[in-house]
């Protein structure tokens, strides 16, 4: 079989490139590759299709995309509409996200508003959020806020709870424990549609046996039960009453659409994941909650100078990448450009911890260091905190990974002032 890539035109570099190429589409498993590397005037971004030329009817056309570092830190930051042309709706910003994260930290402001902000600007307001939980336009599932039409791709996987096929020993432990309080669940479920929603002190604890843990939720029987029904999909968080969940039937809370069979829901998912990355990994080390890979959505890419493959949405290829205009833009430290620390590492050149948890004099950028955006590179962290009961914004420090020329400075303090009229907060620097 011949693979034809599309790269560069003069002879001397169409060589060079094409051992490169072959090495690197050698990672690609399953397939026999052999180069070919012709000239194309036409092609002036650097994209390697790699086009079977004599397939058999078995063996299926494949495209291999080859992408500058960036052009694929261009598709990331496109992706996540951190470019220069703003949305302006947030229903449109989740749908498009496909979820905005719950944290309890407000350091600066809920993780979830952050997010909203960093895409819509001051214009944007928490009560939008607000609105869009209490009428059910969102809903929350895992602490995560999804568009209510997307709870039909995740229905099928409950009804499989633990897992299909031969499960892991943590499986069939966690099933156990849910079988031995089944009592306890039936009374959970009785009195939530009896009187739900309920917050979870007002449910009872008839477990038989408790749930053991070295961590805080040793004997929170309730608590970890809940956590079970909501992955079988009998109950769901009804809304909350400050910060506690308020707890209720799942199907008073998830619409009633038809659900959609496990593996077509899981290749939507990882389809709709791909299209708001832009760009990641088919194969990732687990996450909680939200996996970070994208299975075989979209179609494979290589990046120079990065090892492996990348799965790309093709949709992001046909935006020329010499017309990107970027922006200024403060990150949530739980934004998903920067959520999988790998792949801001590999594709961006970002290293970044969230140091929350560390002693102070361990921490390097701060408590809750926001990353900065600037164009399609992440080239810094603003250690800040909101001092609401002074009215402050408090800047501690502005940690530049690259020196700021003027006109980042400018923009950076354009946004730290943004940040802080958005907080109805005044700055205030250090010294």
């Known amino acids: 079989m011949t693979i034809c890539g599309l790269v560069c035109s003069a002879e001397h570099a169409r060589e060079r490139h094409a051992k490169g190429l072959s090495a690197q589409l050698a990672q690609v498993k399953g397939w026999p590759w052999r180069i070919c590397v012709m ?40 992706a996540q509409l951190l470019d220069s042309a703003r949305p302006t709706d947030l229903l449109d910003v989740v749908r498009h996200l496909t979820m905005l994260q719950l944290d309890p930290t407000a350091a600066i402001a809920p993780n979830a508003d952050l997010v909203a902000w960093s895409r819509l600007g001051s214009g944007y307001s928490p009560a939008e959020l607000t609105k869009a939980l209490d009428d059910r336009t969102l809903i929350e599932l895992h602490a995560l806020l999804r568009p209510s039409e997307d709870l039909a791709l995740y229905r099928a996987e409950m009804a499989q709870w633990p897992g299909v096929g031969q499960l892991h020993n943590w499986q069939v432990e966690l099933r156990e424990w849910v079988r031995a309080n089944d009592a306890c669940r039936l009374d959970i479920l009785d009195r939530l549609g009896s009187a739900g929603p309920l917050l979870s002190r007002e449910l009872p604890d008839t477990c038989k046996v408790p749930w053991k843990s070295t961590g805080w939720t040793n004997n929170q029987n309730v608590i970890k039960l809940l956590g079970f029904m909501v992955q079988r999909g009998e109950v769901a968080v009804a809304g909350r009453k400050g910060r506690e969940r308020l707890w209720d039937l799942a199907t ?3 619409p009633d659409d038809p659900i959609i069979p496990a593996e077509e829901a899981l290749r939507a998912r990882n389809e709709r994941r791909l299209h708001a990355l832009g760009i990641a990994r088919a194969r990732a080390p687990d996450a909680p909650v939200e996996p970070a890979d994208v299975g075989e959505a979209g179609e494979p890419a290589l990046v120079e100078g990065v090892k492996g493959q990348w799965r790309v949405d093709p949709s992001w290829l046909g935006q020329p990448f010499s017309k990107f205009t970027g922006r200024a833009a403060l990150l949530s430290p739980f934004d998903r450009l920067i959520h999988d620390r790998n792949r801001a590492v590999e594709l961006i050149g970002f290293e970044y911890q969230l140091e929350m948890y560390k002693p102070v004099a361990a921490r390097r950028w701060g408590y809750f260091a926001l990353p900065i955006l600037y164009g399609d590179q992440l080239i810094g962290k603003l250690d800040a905190i909101a001092d609401r009961k002074a009215g402050l914004l408090r800047v501690n420090a502005i940690h530049q990974d690259v020196p700021f020329d003027p006109a980042m400075s400018a923009a950076v303090d354009h946004e730290i002032k943004d940040l802080a009229d958005w907080l109805e907060l005044t700055v205030a620097l250090p010294g």
């Open 39 to 78: 000239a194309s005037a036409r092609q002036s971004h650097r994209h390697a299709l790699a086009t079977v030329l004599t397939p058999s009817p078995s063996i299926p056309v494949v495209t291999v995309h080859q992408l500058s570092p960036t052009e694929a830190r261009r598709i990331a930051v496109r």
């Open 252 to 254: 008073r809370v998830y």
